[in-house]
């Protein structure tokens, strides 16, 4: 008999840690392998994640609610197998637990490509000063502070949450380095924080899913990092809702399935991809890393809350199979039916706000990518065409991007291009 380890796997790019959401076995329980044995929650993803053995689950070492770091030791089975791994993540998610470095970018120029970034193993911050702290995480402020006192922050004990490094731990070291105590601003006095009241007749509160919770900090983290801006722009789309309008019962009866705008619009984004290369990119501190193939996350609202899986080399598909591989992305991504590889590598994120109605939105941007784009609903109006006034579908089309690397007039030019292929949609369009 052998006692095989089942490691916290890594469910997306810089994600570095996971929420256990929900047991699906209990200990005792005989596991088959392939079969899903947990539900993890990231900022990027809600999964099942299935067991890479079978045998008996002896142990779970990580109760629901629990967040721990990418390579844990979560559970344990026993095998029949005496030679069975005991360090092992779940097969599906083996790749991409290990490090590994970044796609490096071909120059849109002549220049020098910028050198790839190889991503540091992910593993649980320690607070003992031997210099796990270089995994921890450090908010963007105690960044500032550590760069401004040319103090490295990884070799810092931290005195925080999990060995993180606080701003106090910075300044401390400011005062050993210097022999003198650093200039500290003074705190402001404020009240002591007091759990809120609730009325219970008429309030209540709702306890934060883990999945919530990370979307939560991923939102913030993204504004933290990258510098937003956003614009705007209205296209008439009534040659491409006539021609679906016309075509959607005849698609599904030849090919089994709907015929949304999703596939014109990710195709037509590609396409201006390929001529705006910068949208498609990732920032780094040694330069821009272009990516030369796109990998297009498509945002997907569930029940508890938003996940992006990733349509892999979207702009190498047909038109067919671009319709049945999103269908099936997204089918998936509602059912919890995700795989860790369908929710990594996107390069790309585009958004349709406007199944809610939505006419405008700045959407925050999908770290660690360049920009979001957003579809918003298509709205009939009058407009005027010539020294006319006429009734068209009208759609507005929104982009946030990285400010650091992308500015105004290239995020202009990379709308008009979309929507002057909309506008000027004809079934000749469709790339087969």
């Avoid at 993890?40 to 890479?52: G, H, L, M, Q």
């Avoid at 197998?81 to 097969?91: I, K, R, V």
């Avoid at 020294?387 to 500015?407: E, K, P, T, Y």
């Avoid at 008009?416 to 790339?431: M, N, P, V, Y």
Wanted: proline share 7%; with cysteine; aromatic share 4%.
């Amino acid at each position: 008999m052998g006692l095989a380890q089942i490691k916290m796997p890594q469910l997306g790019e810089s994600v570095t840690e996971g929420t256990v959401e929900k047991w699906l076995k209990s200990e005792g329980d005989f596991v088959k392998r392939d079969e899903p044995i947990v539900e993890v929650v990231t900022d990027k993803v809600n999964a099942e994640i299935p067991s890479p053995f079978e045998g008996k689950l002896v142990k779970i070492s990580v109760i629901e609610g629990e967040t721990v770091q990418v390579g844990a030791v979560i559970a344990q089975i026993e095998t029949g197998s005496a030679g069975a791994s005991t360090a092992a993540t779940p097969a599906s998610a083996k790749e991409s637990a290990a490090p590994h470095p970044e796609v490096p970018a071909a120059p849109a120029a002549p220049s020098a490509a910028p050198a790839p970034v190889a991503a540091k193993p992910a593993a649980p911050p320690s607070g003992n000063g031997d210099g796990n702290n270089e995994r921890a995480r450090l908010s963007p402020a105690v960044r500032k502070l550590a760069a401004e006192h040319g103090i490295d922050a990884t070799a810092i004990r931290g005195s925080g949450m999990g060995g993180r490094v606080t701003r106090d731990d910075v300044l401390a070291a400011v005062d050993t380095k210097s022999g003198a105590p650093a200039a500290r601003p003074a705190a402001p006095v404020q009240p002591a924080q007091r759990a809120p009241r609730v009325d219970g007749a008429r309030e209540e509160v709702v306890k934060l899913s883990a999945m919530r919770k990370a979307i939560a900090e991923h939102m913030v983290r993204s504004l933290a990092t990258s510098p937003h801006a956003w614009t705007l722009q209205e296209v008439d789309v009534t040659n491409l809702v006539r021609y679906r309008d016309g075509e959607k019962e005849g698609f599904r009866a030849r090919h089994g399935m709907p015929l949304t705008y999703l596939p014109f619009v990710v195709q037509i984004v590609c396409d201006a991809i390929k001529q705006y290369p910068w949208l498609n990119s990732t920032w780094g501190d040694e330069g821009v890393v272009l990516k030369h193939y796109i990998n297009m996350g498509i945002a997907v609202s569930i029940p508890d809350g938003l996940i992006v899986p990733v349509l892999k080399d979207a702009d190498q598909l047909g038109f067919t199979e671009l319709v049945r591989s999103l269908n099936d992305l997204v089918d998936r991504a509602r059912n919890k039916q995700l795989k860790p590889d369908d929710v990594q590598g996107g390069t790309f994120t585009l958004n349709n706000t406007g199944s809610t109605g939505s006419v405008a939105s700045q959407p925050i941007i999908n770290q660690p990518q360049a920009a979001i784009l957003t579809t918003e609903a298509i709205v009939k109006r009058p407009v005027v065409i010539g020294d006319g006034i006429a009734v068209r579908h009208m759609m507005n089309i929104c982009l946030s991007f990285d400010h650091r690397i992308i500015d105004g007039m290239m995020a202009g030019q990379f709308l008009s291009t979309i929507k002057k292929r909309l506008e000027d949609w004809t079934a000749a369009s469709i790339q087969l």
